[in-house]
T-cell receptor, first 115, second 113 residues
Framework: AQKVTQAQTEISVVEKEDVTLDCVYE???????LFWYKQPPSGELVFLIR??????QNEISGRYSWNFQKSTSSFNFTITASQVVDSAVYFC????????????FGGGTRLMVKP | EAGVVQSPRYKIIEKKQPVAFWCNPI?????LYWYRQNLGQGPELLIR????????DSQLPKDRFSAERLKGVDSTLKIQPAELGDSAVYLC???????????FGQGTRLTVV
């Protein structure tokens, strides 16, 4: 069965600090996809990134970067020089063959960036 | 391009009353999902459609929940009768299929009193 664990339920940082959100997943499939979504107070889940299990290259997009390590079943998300607008709940999610293309979400990490 | 549209945004009903939610997916997206998100938790899938066919509804409480996607575009999710435990945010999402990313609507926040 697939499972996603986000051990950090809440993180508080001061603006301009770097912050890493952890994500650990479980799956029996060799083919799977990992996602990160942002949920601001407005409630809409905003897609951030999708990675497949065969691509372990780290990715950087502006202040965002993602570290995918199959050896530790982790897909961590780092925000560099955090800003108040980054305050939101962040969800990591997994889709694998066993579940079709259904997304299994972690419990989310609430990030609070203080000015 | 318009995103996923849901209505209403908020709904307050008394227990045992019926309620319905509506979703209009992104144009051209054949896959449509309904998720339920309880407070402080991640979304959980209720049902997934491929065009007008429900291909995964194992998590849908069928005694009180029903869904339809006529003509493979818009979808409605109904609860009848509602219970206090149904209070949650109901999210609709759509994708172009496969393992492509799903795009979510703003959700309907249901409060059952």
């Amino acid at each position: 069965a697939q499972k996603v664990t986000q051990a950090q339920t809440e993180i508080s940082v001061v603006e301009k600090e770097d912050v890493t959100l952890d994500c650990v997943y479980e799956t029996r499939d060799t083919t799977y996809y990992l996602f990160w979504y942002k949920q601001p107070p407005s409630g809409e889940l905003v897609f951030l990134i999708r990675r497949n299990s065969f691509d372990e290259q780290n990715e950087i997009s502006g202040r965002y970067s993602w570290n995918f390590q199959k050896s530790t079943s982790s897909f961590n998300f780092t925000i560099t020089a955090s800003q108040v607008v980054d305050s939101a709940v962040y969800f990591c999610a997994l889709a694998d063959n066993n579940a079709g293309n259904m997304l299994t979400f972690g419990g989310g990490t609430r990030l609070m960036v203080k000015p | 391009e318009a995103g996923v549209v849901q209505s209403p945004r908020y709904k307050i009903i008394e227990k045992k009353q019926p309620v319905a939610f509506w979703c209009n997916p992104i144009s051209g997206h054949n896959t449509l999902y309904w998720y339920r998100q309880n407070l402080g938790q991640g979304p959980e899938l209720l049902i997934r459609y491929e065009n007008e066919e429900a291909v995964d509804d194992s998590q849908l409480p069928k005694d009180r929940f029903s869904a339809e996607r006529l003509k493979g575009v818009d979808s409605t999710l109904k609860i009848q009768p509602a219970e206090l435990g149904d209070s949650a945010v109901y999210l609709c999402a759509s994708s172009s299929g496969g393992y492509t990313e799903a795009f979510f609507g703003q959700g309907t926040r249901l409060t059952v009193v």
